[in-house]
DNA sequence: CGCCGATATATCGATCTGATATATAAGTCT
DNA sequence: AGACTTATATATCAGATCGATATATCGGCG
């Protein structure tokens, strides 16, 4: 069996508990591991095929209606297969933060202009914060205690990241004060 | 003029204060912006020609001995692109960590199996970390001070990130006392 | 009844990664 | 001198991924 990609694991993941169709695993992404791992449409669709041929989940018709729908459910192969990804060391770290490159470069604006990337960068974060905080207070008493960890870690970070650039926008207006009042 | 793409402006940032070749690009972009923004030669080879034919940068053959060689200064136009694309707020703010992934489904595990992710998550960015300081140590003073104050930045994040792996491995094994020894 | 938003699946161009291939140059060891 | 390794330099390609779009049905609302 040649290598699973990581989409097949997020999958594997959101339907152990319950099975699910395409649709609601990417609304469960996008509600959830989206800030660290994203999945597309692109990549779901053809990854459930995918596993359904390797024999590590299920489809089963669930039509709603006349709309045609597919549920998942993970077979024992399935969640050996997880298991033994969850127990292999990680390997992927990205990042892609174009405001940090941004700064980077900002030499070649005139001084003073910089502040304007870490304002911006800073409004983002708080953004993202803001929305984490909301999904946080949707959550109720649950038994599975690590979505609400990676959750609460997501807050963390943004929240340091936000003090962070406002930490540079001081620096950098030392540097640079006469541009403060702007 | 069509958009274009982030590594574009890479390029153009790269090559802003000297004339570099794809291959000094690649080099640079390993020793500073890999953290938050990677580029491969899949990527710098392509654009340097379209950037090229659409005159934000010259290329010159530069041979060393009998290996060609060529190298892109930034013209004008392309110094003009760079600082208008530095003045539009930033778009692009992903991350792709298979830890936090790993310890989003670690209910999957035996309980108590859960800080061996943290842990590895610890480990490697206390290495990064490592690198980004020896990197640092490797600069003396110099007139432009945002490569500077980013790369601090990198080297705060993964302490920081470190100091959280830290906090939720004790938060783990309070959770699952009978590990504590393993 | 008609409209809109949610559910559901599928596809496609563009981008990006990671690996690999092909050369030449320069340095190192014996 | 000859052999070997590493660095320089450019190029390409399969596979992963993104973001957008297309198609269709369902449920609710006025």
């Known amino acids: 069996m040649e290598q699973l990609s990581a989409t097949a694991y997020v999958i594997l993941g959101m339907i152990r508990k319950e099975p699910r169709s395409g649709y609601e695993i990417k609304a469960l992404v996008d509600n959830s591991t ?14 459930l095929k995918h596993l359904s041929e390797a024999g590590l ?3 089963s018709d669930s039509p709603t209606g006349g709309r045609r729908r597919t ?10 297969e997880l298991r033994a990804w969850l127990r292999r060391p990680p390997q992927t770290f990205e990042m892609r933060e174009e405001g940090l490159l941004k700064l980077f ?15 911006a960068m800073r409004a983002h974060r708080l953004e ?7 999904i946080e207070a949707l959550k109720g008493e649950i038994e599975d205690p690590y ?4 959750l609460r870690g997501g807050i963390e ?26």
């Open 57 to 59: 989940i299920i489809g």
């Open 34 to 47: 989206r800030f660290f791992w994203a999945a597309s449409y692109g990549q779901i669709y053809p990854e």
């Open 157 to 182: 970070f943004t929240q340091w990241f936000a003090d962070w650039c406002e930490r540079m926008e001081e620096e950098i207006l030392a540097a640079a004060p006469e541009k403060r009042s702007s």
């Open 147 to 150: 979505p609400m960890i990676v």
């Open 128 to 134: 993202v914060n803001a929305q984490l905080r909301s």
């Open 71 to 80: 549920v998942y459910e993970i077979t024992a192969d399935g969640e050996e």
């Open 105 to 119: 470069f900002a030499d070649a604006l005139p001084p003073g202009e910089a502040v304007a990337i870490v304002r």
